[in-house]
């Protein structure tokens, strides 16, 4: 789960992290009223991507008048794909100095690491491709976290050791996002330091592990509802299945993740461009089979389907009979191609060919076929995801 940037800055409040005063605002008359409260703010989209101030989505307002012109710019306007549902009134802040703080997950070293930077206010990708000594790394314990003297060897080699004390603090208290949200990544950029000498949270993004969403139902219960990310991703998820949205027109499924990816890269090998990445676990029941087709016949783009599933403790039989109900119950009129293996696997073919479903040989045939039909395919009549060419 991704938080907006208000959500996360109230889970930062609760470690203890300081964050300016603000105030959601869903209309411009909204955001006037918060200004009037506030006196001069930031009027920022709430998305769940980074580059906002770059598409506009973050705007100065000295007065109520400035901050209702700055929502009604900002509101509704699309930034990545992303609708801006509403906007975050944040009170101004006097910046003397920007830092960069974070953490995430380092797939490499299999490891959290720990980022620290002189050079906030930047995207760190831009700072590590510019400037890679700038940034100062530290890879904790799993176990115990960070010590207080690796804390402050990380401050010192970011060059900020005058700011050693409340630095080191401040890293603590993100660091507890780990154990108490199960956080894959968690961020400051920028970790302002007033004019003042106060250090404050100047943003904030968090993301929180979805396989272990179970033990944050508050989290889901408070947010979930707020949060707009892809919407055929988001459909899924309600749907209960595993679904990434990519950039092709070829639907695919599987039944286990390896599996998964292999069709995708065999699609792609074949000249195609892989829709999605379904996984709809071990079996193939039809109703599984119904729910992933489903979600990836709204995608406009869709223009074939490929499954790939290999019949292990389910039949081969049984599975062809639940990818025919889930195709006529959906009305699917797109190419669908079958690629069975497994525990009766001869009988499932037939019963798939007798339907008038393409079963592939191997898992290459299947991809190159999906290919080959989806490229035959003009257009599509009736609703989304439910007409065209057979």
């Not at 904790?140 to 900020?160: I, S």
């Not at 191609?337 to 019963?351: A, F």
Request: charged content about 25%.
């Amino acid at each position: 789960m991704k938080l907006l940037e208000y959500q996360a800055k109230e889970v930062l409040a609760s470690l203890g992290i300081a964050i300016p005063p603000g105030e959601v605002a869903r209309t411009p008359d909204e955001a006037a009223a918060a200004c009037a409260r506030l006196g001069p703010i930031a009027v920022k989209a709430q998305v769940p991507v980074g580059g906002r101030g770059k598409a506009g989505g973050i705007k100065l307002a000295r007065t109520p008048d400035e901050a209702r012109g700055a929502a009604e710019q900002i509101i509704g306007m699309d930034i990545k794909g992303f609708k801006v549902p509403l906007v975050y009134c944040e009170a101004a802040l006097e910046i003397e100095r920007e830092i960069y703080l974070g953490f995430t997950v380092d797939r490499d070293a299999r490891a959290n690491i720990l980022m620290l930077s002189a050079k906030g206010g930047m995207d760190i990708e831009q700072v590590a491709e510019e400037s890679p000594d700038s940034i100062a790394r530290l890879y904790p314990n799993p176990w115990r976290g960070p010590l207080d003297f690796e804390l402050t060897q990380l401050v010192f080699d970011a060059g900020l050791g005058d700011l050693s004390r409340p630095l080191t603090a401040i890293i603590k208290k993100l660091y507890r996002a780990i154990p108490d949200y199960d956080a894959l990544t968690a961020e400051i950029n920028p970790l302002v330091v007033t004019k003042t000498g106060e250090v404050i949270a100047g943003d904030a993004k968090l993301e929180s592990d979805d396989n272990a969403a179970w033990r944050h139902k508050d989290l889901e219960q408070k947010y979930g509802a707020f949060i707009e990310g892809d919407p055929y991703e988001v459909e899924a998820k309600r749907r209960g299945l595993t679904y990434v949205s990519l950039d092709g027109d070829i639907g695919i499924i599987g039944n286990g993740a390896g599996l998964c990816m292999g069709t995708l890269d065999l699609v792609q090998r074949a000249g195609g461009r892989p829709a999605n990445f379904c996984d709809i676990g071990g079996g193939a029941k039809a109703e599984v089979v119904e729910n992933a087709l489903a979600v990836i016949l709204m995608n406009p783009k869709v223009k074939g389907v490929v499954i790939n599933v290999f019949g292990g403790i389910t039949r081969g039989d049984e599975v062809a009979k639940g990818i025919i109900t889930a195709r006529d119950n959906l009305k699917m009129k797109l190419p669908l191609v079958v690629r069975l293996s497994g525990t009766n696997e001869e009988e499932g073919r037939e019963i798939l060919k007798r339907n008038g479903i393409e079963p592939g040989v191997n898992a290459w045939a299947a991809a190159q076929k999906v290919v080959e039909l989806s490229s035959q395919l003009v257009g599509r009549s009736g609703p989304p995801g439910r007409g065209g060419a057979g």
